[in-house]
């Protein structure tokens, strides 16, 4: 029985090479309101990590093995520049949204407001 769990556990490790299932692999450990959700995030990465080889990784990074494995553990604090890198190398990329239930209409005045701003400072600069 034990045996089944493993090759299941092993196909869903193999599958997190595919950039779109680690992506929502990723997010799905974003969404959890629990306690240690950086630390949640962080094995989620770094499953995504040993699913594409650490080593591998390392060498495409330039980051050294260790440093990955010691970033992407559960007391990892991984500078932005090295997430950013270790992400490009996965295939994914760190985007921000809207937090659920702000209304549509307040984000659209937020980003109105933003592309008034956008406008006034490419004028300015123009001038």
């Known amino acids: 029985m034990a045996r089944q769990t493993l090759k299941a556990h092993d196909s869903t490790v193999s599958a997190l ?3 779109m299932v680690a992506a929502a692999y990723v997010n799905a450990a974003l969404e959890e309101e629990i306690e240690d959700e950086e630390e949640l995030f962080l094995v989620a990465l770094r499953s995504i990590a ?6 591998k990784l ?7 093995r260790e440093n990955l494995y010691r970033m992407l553990s559960a007391d990892g604090n991984p500078r932005l520049s090295s997430l950013r890198t270790l992400l490009r190398a996965l295939g994914l ?3 921000v949204g809207t937090r659920e239930g702000q209304s549509a209409q307040k984000a659209g005045r ?11 400072a490419t004028s300015l600069s123009a001038r």
Do not use: S
Request: hydrophobic share 35%; net charge positive; no cysteine.
């Open 93 to 95: 990329r760190l985007a």
């Open 110 to 120: 937020r980003q109105t407001t933003a592309n008034r701003r956008t406008r006034a």
């Open 17 to 19: 090479d595919d950039p």
């Open 58 to 64: 390392a060498t495409e990074t330039a980051l050294k």
């Open 50 to 55: 040993k699913a594409h080889g650490m080593a």
